[in-house]
């Protein structure tokens, strides 16, 4: 089941919001029924993929009760860490992986040297086995307490808000929410703005923008298809998929902590205008941050971090993790070369000091936007010829003409939720009520933009559900990791 999406919105969501309040009386009943709630969203399109979500739960809720057992046996304690590391990480090595690695091995052979294993990948099994592992983690350094309840932990690893697509929560950071959480008629309006927004970025922003990606980019796919792509179209491509992405990421990130809102949750924020940035390392502390922040609490970290006085582990560090965080995304060799093409791009400014490095304000923003579009093309591609193609079309190096008429054509259809998505991925709203602030009337102007903000949002979310009533194209691309 999808957030956005006619079940979801008119049936699941009204349903699971009307019981959960009508048992304001009972916090235990409001937390099984969210948990059944969660596990009957995550089933729909998979039922038998639940199993594997409740064996998770189940065998971590063990692992911290092991480590609870034994507090002082430091040798059990590694153990008992070593065998959850082992059991979490095995489900996504045979889920994830287990045909990437056959494939390999068979093109290295130049034969079928190992059968295709043909196991389908569970949706958002990357998330809740980050979730889950990051909990029997800190109960092994002691950062929280092990949870006896089942119940409990049950809902931390499904609550389905957040299951499918992050972000990724630290069982600390919501423990005390699960068991002891407030609502109040402001938070639960937050959270159905938030939300709101969220399923318009979706609905008119990045499904519109991802039918002229996947129209440029499955002219390169390969085989008897493959033609030259003109450069503007090109690039008018490699725009709207960057785009796309971050607004298919941010809107279930933003519909997901609204969600959380309308329930009585505050989870972090998971992207913070990210094209606003100066250099590609502050890009990527601003996109996805619960996964950034995993991988540099409990791989990053734990290497030894690193510092200028110690380039050479620093480096080695930064390569471990962005290999990581590569196959994190997807069993494929383009998403280890994005991985790669991030380390270095980060290595390089260290190296150069680009940190410090004054004034070129606009020159800096333009570098990692276009360093933005490459990598964004390095992830969408499907193969490596594809992404050879790819960018000889860019640069007019494989006899591809300039100009293509489609472009016109394509910015007539698609020019508006384009430059919605330009102007959105800027703070323009905190650079106008911060510039507002201190103006006479600031109340009244306050008041206004609010009734201003309420009716275009109603506007727009009312347009997004005859969009979404009339069906059509409607991916979530995270739901691949």
Request: some cysteine; charged content about 15%; aromatic content about 18%.
């Amino acid at each position: 089941m999808v957030f956005s999406s006619i079940v979801f919105l008119l049936y699941f969501l009204p349903l699971v919001f009307l019981v959960y309040y009508a048992f304001s009386f009972s916090r235990r009943l409001q937390n099984i029924w969210l948990l059944a709630a969660s596990l009957i969203f995550y089933a729909w399109g998979e039922p038998i993929y639940v199993l594997i979500m409740l064996a998770s739960i189940f065998m971590n809720w063990i692992f911290g009760l092991l480590l609870l057992r034994f507090p002082k046996e430091e040798r059990v304690r590694k153990l008992i860490l070593f065998s959850s590391c082992v059991f979490n990480l095995g489900l996504l090595g045979v889920f994830k992986y287990l045909g990437f690695i056959v494939e390999t091995v068979n093109g290295i052979m130049e034969r079928a040297f190992l059968p295709y294993p043909g196991i389908s990948l569970p949706i958002g099994i990357s998330f809740f086995t980050f979730q889950a592992l990051s909990y029997v983690i800190d109960v092994y350094e002691e950062k929280t307490e092990a949870q006896r309840n089942l119940l409990d932990i049950a809902l931390y690893i499904s609550f389905f808000p957040q299951l499918i697509a992050g972000p990724i929560v630290r069982y600390s950071t919501i423990a005390e929410q699960i068991r002891n959480r407030r609502s109040d008629w402001d938070g639960i309006a937050g959270g159905i703005c938030r939300f709101a927004e969220g399923l318009c970025k979706k609905v008119l922003i990045a499904n519109n923008l991802a039918v002229v990606a996947d129209t440029v980019f499955n002219l390169t796919k390969g085989g008897d298809s493959t033609i030259p792509v003109p450069v503007l179209l090109a690039w008018l491509g490699a725009v709207c998929y960057m785009f796309q992405l971050y607004y298919d990421f941010s809107a279930y990130s933003d519909m997901a902590i609204g969600l959380g809102r309308m329930f009585g949750f505050q989870f972090q924020e998971n992207f913070r205008y990210p094209f606003v940035s100066r250099s590609v390392r502050e890009f990527m502390t601003r996109w996805h941050i619960s996964l950034a922040t995993w991988f540099s609490q409990y791989v990053y970290k734990p290497l030894g971090g690193g510092s200028t006085e110690k380039m050479d582990k620093m480096i080695r560090n930064l390569f471990i993790v962005w290999l990581l965080t590569g196959l994190w995304h997807g069993a494929a060799w383009t998403y280890v070369w994005w991985g790669l093409y991030f380390f270095l791009l980060i290595v390089l400014e260290i190296v150069f000091r680009l940190d410090r490095v004054e004034g070129h304000e606009a020159l800096r923003h333009v570098y990692v936007i276009v360093a933005s579009i490459f990598a964004m093309v390095i992830f969408r591609c499907e193969s490596g010829e594809q992404m050879s193609l790819f960018f000889s079309d860019l640069f007019g190096l494989g006899g591809n003409r300039f100009y293509s008429p489609y472009v016109p054509m394509l910015l007539k259809e698609y020019g508006l939720p384009l430059l919605g998505a330009v102007l959105l991925a800027f703070p323009i709203r905190d650079y106008i009520l911060e510039k507002t602030e201190d103006l006479p009337g600031h109340e009244i102007l306050f008041r206004g933009g609010a009734a201003l903000y309420v009716l275009s949002l109603s506007a727009f979310l009312f347009f997004s559900l005859l969009v979404l009533a009339k069906g059509g194209y409607n991916p979530f691309i995270y739901f691949n990791f």
